[in-house]
């Protein structure tokens, strides 16, 4: 690595033009944190790197160069891209599945309103959403159990198999 161009022999090209900046701007003086950039590894293949640019100066005050500062961030980027996809497949799952799926935020506003429930509602998830769940959906009959059963779950107490009436 010793004597070889930075960002010619260890950026991703797409990425050379703005690590140059950063690096023109830290042998100006001015430091930049926290940008991220992608390496290349000997073997091809590539490392994630969140870096802090700083200019290196001599004893005497005058500019002699960069040092950069990485945290390797390969794996945190792979975690959070499994976590979004995994995300995403859970909102489909929730979306499409055959039987109704609601739920409310502590103030028993509804935040979930799949498919199924718009169906058998007739309610449009857009109609549904931040409305009182128990106030406008559940019969007027039910909603004191219902409302119990809902600050149950609140405090971490869950009801298996109750029955409810939506309008």
């Keep these: 690595a010793m004597g070889q161009s930075l960002v010619d022999k260890f950026v991703a090209p797409a990425l050379q033009a703005s690590v140059n900046e950063i690096l023109d701007k830290a042998l100006r003086g001015v430091q930049t944190a926290n940008y991220e950039t992608e390496f290349r590894t ?13 200019t290196r100066r001599s004893v005497d005050g005058n ?18 891209k ?6 995403a497949e859970l909102e489909q799952l929730v979306e499409t599945a055959y039987a ?19 169906r058998i509602t007739g309610f449009a998830k857009s109609e549904a959403m931040g409305q009182s769940l ?24 869950q009801t298996a198999n109750y029955e409810t009436e939506f309008l």
Excluded at 64 to 80: F, M, N, P, Q, Y
Excluded at 82 to 87: E, I, T, V
Excluded at 140 to 157: C, F, M, T, W
């Design 134 to 157: 128990v106030d406008k959906f559940v019969a007027p009959a039910l909603q004191a159990s219902v409302n119990e059963i809902l600050d149950k779950a609140l405090r971490g107490v």
């Design 82 to 87: 499994h976590s979004a996809n995994k995300a």
């Design 100 to 118: 109704p799926i609601f739920g409310t935020d502590t103030d028993g506003k509804v935040t979930e309103w799949n498919t199924t429930t718009a």
């Design 63 to 80: 500019i002699t160069g960069v040092v950069g500062v990485a945290h390797d961030v390969t794996e945190l980027i792979a975690a959070e």
């Design 42 to 54: 000997k073997s091809g293949g590539t490392r994630q790197l969140l870096v802090n640019a700083t």
